[in-house]
């Protein structure tokens, strides 16, 4: 599998920070969604747990893929 250089992952980070605020609030939940494993409230603390276990190419592609549907 091929992985991502950290060039393209700051590249494809910066795009993405760039197109964020035309993006509609479905578009962002998803985005938010693929990148987060959990979710906890305690108070008024919030903790966020994301995921690790996909490679940055795969959560690349997915993002792309919700930013054209």
């Known amino acids: 599998m091929h992985q991502m250089s950290a060039d393209e992952v700051v590249s494809e980070a910066t795009d ?3 197109r964020w605020p ?3 609030t479905e578009e962002k ?3 938010v969604e ?3 494993e959990k979710i906890t409230l305690k108070g008024d603390e919030i903790d ?3 995921w690790n276990s996909r490679s940055s190419e795969e959560l690349t592609k997915r993002q792309r893929n919700l ?3």
């Open 16 to 18: 993405l920070h760039r």
């Open 22 to 24: 035309k993006l509609d």
């Open 29 to 31: 939940r998803k985005i």
């Open 34 to 36: 693929s990148i987060t």
């Open 48 to 50: 966020i747990t994301f």
């Open 67 to 69: 930013s054209d549907s």
